[in-house]
């Protein structure tokens, strides 16, 4: 059975850290892009952070780049998001995603998290940041 079940969430203060895993289920990760995406209250889900773990490609939102880390681990069949400096605007629910590679999805990491067509989410975990 197809599943995305993430983990790692909770309350943090602001300049704090937090990591994020997906654990993956009836599928391997390398025929896969896996993303990283959230929603905060009365926003768009906004795309993170995305990952191709055959070749280690990957793609970060401005608003995160150089304070989130993604990466697969292959024999665990698991990807992470390692979140350092966090700020009150990160607060929001994070779901793990992911969409093939493959026709007719052909997903690249950039395509995926800006916006392409993502077949398969995780259930959401909700992440705080607050003093």
């Known amino acids: 059975q197809f599943q995305l079940v993430e983990s790692g969430g909770g309350l943090v203060q602001p300049g704090g850290s937090l990591r994020l895993s997906c654990a993956a289920s009836g599928f391997t990760l390398d025929g896969y892009v896996i993303g990283w995406f959230r929603q905060a209250p009365g926003k768009e889900r906004e795309g993170v952070s995305c990952?191709?773990?055959?070749?280690?490609?990957?793609y970060y939102a401005d608003s995160v780049e150089g304070r989130f880390t993604i990466s697969a681990d292959n024999t665990k069949n698991t990807v992470h998001l390692q979140m350092e400096n966090l700020k009150p605007e990160d607060t929001a629910v994070y779901y793990c995603?992911?969409?093939?590679?493959?026709?007719?999805?052909?997903?690249?990491?950039?395509?995926?998290?800006?916006?392409?067509?993502?077949?398969?989410w995780g259930q959401g975990t909700q992440v705080t940041v607050s003093s």
């Open positions: 990952i191709r773990s055959t070749d280690g490609s990957t």
């Open positions: 995603a992911a969409s093939p590679r493959g026709f007719p999805y052909r997903s690249t990491v950039q395509k995926m998290c800006v916006g392409g067509p993502t077949p398969y």
